[in-house]
């Protein structure tokens, strides 16, 4: 994110295709995506006032070391801390420079007198730019993680909710075992704070600034570099670049789109399930869905579609796409080029807005998520009674049967049932094998979906209480 010419902006807009001054819009962030308060972490006003806070700390620090008049770092506090210097002016003089950091220097010291001759002493562009953006990420994860917490709250409220309502498991799509949809909720939620613990390990490797200069050395700060340098980083509340160059470390960026990713593939995951158990066949769970208002379809009336669920899907690749630009932008020619610069303006900014809106819109969507427990069960009971054959099989086992037998006999019984048109429990009742081993009441307990769903229950306990212990 350093001076190419063309800032990026993300703005807040009305709810139509037109900004607040009529322009049309061409991004969907401006109008359908996005909270407002990511958004103006990323607009161009918020942006300036985080660089021009960096510039008026560096004079501080500077001052604060003898290196610079306190009257010249007076004047630049005070020229920041009363809005004098303003986006228009910043990019009026940038039009004429083609420099965008220089700009806004330009534009400081014009507000600050004779201070204004100390403005950026001894830095370099990356130096307030990449601080910047550590600082805007800053504040952008803060608000991330309420994000998380929030769905793995929703995950979990529906995960005890339904602890014990039983549904059917399947594996490849099909009929498999019976699980309930409380642990299904609490797998995810589990997911979700496995990334909320990476969130917080990756903050503040992420959250980092510099101030050394045009390669990293510090030369331009003498020998007080290191000392300028933590000392800002302090006040900035950030962490600073061990080992810069011109420019912050892009791997940091590389771990963060990693995050970004696995929070992508974790919401298409969530929302893929749910279309699916929405799909008219299987029909367990539905989005909520505004009957006085809300239409499903321009033509077919009937429609209830899992629209926000498919919404999410879409805007999950989208997020998971940035990763790309993003490494490989860390690619960077000797101590740095410029290469990164146009990507990041895009991709940052886009990424940061676009992982926040996915994970808050699909805690709304859990949050509201009408679950149809009888379906669940009419639809346990029409998979019929051949989901409990490794049941079966494992009660021959206990009989004394070995496993190999008991499994190729409990197969047996299985295709003999589906070739005859009977129900598997009768195949198992006509078997000899079967009956001389299990009496019809341990066969009627062995073929009770209730009684096989292990750990289901202990499995919503147990995310609950992790969930307790890393709020």
Known sequence: MAQD?????????????????????????????????????????????????????????????????????????????????????????????????????????????????????????????????????????????????????????????????????????????????????????????????????????????????????????????????????????LAAEEGPTQVVGRDRYVELFGLFSQLAVTVEKVATEIRNLQRTEIDEVREAFDTARQVGSSTMAHKRNPIRAENLCGLARVLRAFATPIEESALLWHERDLSNSSAERVALPHACVLADDIVGRLGKLIQSLEVDATRMEANLRAAGSQIMAEAVMLALVAKGLGRPEAYALVRKCSLEAIGAGRAFAEELRRTPEVSSCLSSKELEAALDPRGYLGNAEAIVDQAAARARAHP
């Open 5 to 237: 010419r063309h800032p990026q902006t993300l703005m807040a807009a009305p709810s139509d295709s037109r900004d607040a001054g009529g322009a049309l819009t061409l991004c969907a962030l401006e109008t359908r995506y996005g909270r407002p308060e990511v958004r103006r972490l990323f607009d161009d006003e918020h942006r300036l006032q985080v660089q021009l806070q960096i510039e008026s700390g560096l004079a501080a620090v500077q001052a604060s070391h003898g290196l610079i008049p306190k009257e010249a770092a007076a004047a630049i506090a005070g020229a920041v801390r009363e809005g004098r210097v303003s986006v228009a002016r910043v990019q009026a003089i940038e039009a004429e420079t083609a420099h965008e950091t220089m700009a806004v220097v330009r534009a400081l010291a014009e507000q600050s007198g004779p201070g204004g001759a100390y403005v950026h002493l001894g830095a370099t562009s990356a130096d307030i730019v990449d601080t910047a953006a550590a600082l805007q990420l800053k504040e952008f994860l803060a608000l991330l993680r309420n994000q998380v917490v929030s769905l793995r709250g929703a995950l979990l409220e529906q995960a005890q909710r339904h602890r014990s309502t039983i549904m059917l498991g399947r594996t490849h799509g099909q009929a498999a075992l019976p699980i309930t949809f409380g642990m299904k909720m609490a797998v995810y939620a589990l997911e979700v704070d496995r990334h909320l613990s990476r969130l917080d390990e990756i903050a503040p490797r992420v959250c980092v600034g510099k101030l050394s200069g045009a390669v990293g050395t510090g030369a331009g700060f003498g020998p007080k570099a290191f000392e300028l340098q933590r000392e800002l980083m302090a006040q900035l509340g």
